[in-house]
């Protein structure tokens, strides 16, 4: 089956931890993007890569950080400087910039 | 950045209305998305439209991008169209960034 999928679908941990959020696509797209979302809110860009061994900050990449190495991975770290990481995550890839993006599951990550 | 605004927050229906969604963003796009997020969280894909008119069964939506606002058209609503719209835009001058607005919260009633 061709998609988009992030590990694992509910996180925990405890505040100070860095954490790193899988996101993995085989659908051979060029382009990978990370969103967060807040209860009752849209979703807000973190970090985006239209090739592979590049990245660019979204709006909001204070506390985080990305990679990619590889064509159909882009892993998401929320380190512990991010001062609210309690969010949805939701990773999405798109054929290349200003094409349709299409959206994995989501992780739930809960800091305690 | 580029502004989005949706409209209505909150929509409730009963069971076989009709309803208008509405985007309205603050400048020229070369890309518009309307999602539909499930109560899960997955964000299902409705239409890629950054111009004119699509239709797909009981919905369908227009974009008129020289006026800067997106449609989005809901006929005959089930109770399981509920959950909340998305509209997403890229702007010509921000290409592969996205833009979402807050949503519509759709609820239909059975």
């Known amino acids: 089956d061709g998609g988009i999928t992030q590990s694992p679908k509910y996180l925990f941990r405890k505040e100070g931890q860095n954490v790193t959020l899988s996101c993995e696509q085989n659908l051979n797209h060029d382009a990978m993007y990370w969103y967060r979302q807040d209860p009752g809110q849209g979703l807000r860009l973190i970090y985006y890569?239209?090739?592979?061994?590049?990245?660019q900050k979204g709006d909001i990449a204070e506390g985080y950080s990305v990679s990619r190495e590889k064509k159909e991975s882009f892993p998401l770290t929320v380190t512990s400087a991010q001062k609210n990481p309690t969010a949805f995550y939701l990773c999405a890839s798109s054929i290349g910039a200003d094409n349709e993006q299409f959206f994995g599951p989501g992780t739930r990550l809960t800091v305690l | 950045g580029i502004q989005v605004e949706q409209s209505p927050p909150d929509l409730i229906l009963q069971e076989g209305a009709n309803s208008t969604l509405r985007c309205n963003f603050s400048d020229s796009v070369n890309n518009l998305q309307w999602f539909h997020q499930n109560p899960w969280g997955q964000l299902i894909n409705l239409f890629y439209?950054?111009?004119g008119t699509k239709q797909n069964g009981r919905l369908s939506a227009t974009t008129v991008a020289t006026e800067r606002y997106s449609l989005l058209y809901i006929s005959s609503s089930q109770t399981t169209d509920s959950g909340v719209y998305f509209c997403a835009v890229e702007s010509y001058t921000n290409a592969g960034k996205s833009t979402f607005g807050d949503g519509t919260t759709l609820t239909v009633k059975p």
């Open positions: 890569s239209q090739i592979v061994n590049d990245f």
């Open positions: 439209i950054p111009s």
